[in-house]
């Protein structure tokens, strides 16, 4: 189980939970996002806003802007959207239902590579989220992050020669990978499918995928390829 973290600023938290964790230079590493590829975050989180007077319009796939209040129409500013999420995460962290798939295919994955799981859960849940993926067979490392992912999957990349996957919703965090760890095998997959419908395949990914499946066979492609060679 996870413990506690130290109440600093979030570099701290974020540098805490890198240093705790133990990564083999001789495996292959898939870091994999939760919210939208292991959790069905968008479907709660409607729930939630309907709950408080709001809603998702469905205009794009942005929550800032597309986030309106059911009265009025208006889009909520950032800080409502901001407060919204952290209420969200705070009560249904730990009871979120999984991606179909995805624990089944991380399971058979995970004999050929390790996984660490990198989310922008608040720190807070961090061990609401672990206590999730262990009771949804999917026991892996969790690191909780804020803001870009770019520094977390550098760190994590430069621990082993092998292939580096990184699987996630948000084409900006693709995008900043791309940037600080090139090398890094990006997937874009959003497991929503009317959220999925919304948007083509993120610029800075080499593989959109339509669900775990096409996950899976992209992946072992290319783990059969590089023990080939
Ligand atoms: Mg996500």
Do not use: Y
């Amino acid at each position: 189980m996870t413990s506690p973290l130290p109440a600093k600023d979030p570099g701290h938290a974020l540098r805490v939970q890198l240093d705790g964790l133990e990564i083999e230079a001789r495996r292959p590493l898939l870091i994999t996002d939760a919210d939208e590829v292991l959790f069905a975050f968008m479907a709660g989180f409607e729930r939630h806003l309907e709950d408080n007077g709001a809603c998702f319009n469905w205009a794009s796939f942005r929550l800032n802007g597309n986030i309106v209040a059911r009265d009025t129409g208006e889009p909520l500013d950032a800080g409502e959207v901001r407060s919204l999420l952290g209420s969200f995460f705070a009560r249904h962290t730990g009871t979120m239902p999984v991606v179909d798939r995805a624990p089944e295919v991380l399971r058979e994955l995970s004999d050929r590579l390790q996984v660490v799981v990198l989310s922008n859960v608040p720190h807070p849940q961090r061990e609401a989220r672990a206590a999730a993926l262990e009771a949804n067979g999917m026991p892996f490392p969790i690191v909780s992050n804020e803001g870009s992912k770019a520094e977390a999957v550098r760190d994590l990349a430069g621990r082993t020669r092998h292939p580096v996957f990184f699987i996630d919703d948000s084409p900006s965090h693709h995008e900043e990978v791309a940037r600080a760890a090139d090398r890094v095998i990006r997937i874009h997959f959003i497991g929503h499918p009317r959220l999925a419908a919304l948007l083509g395949p993120a610029e800075a990914c080499h593989f959109r995928a339509r669900d775990w499946p096409d996950i899976r066979r992209f992946v072992e492609a290319h783990l059969d390829r590089h023990a080939s060679r």
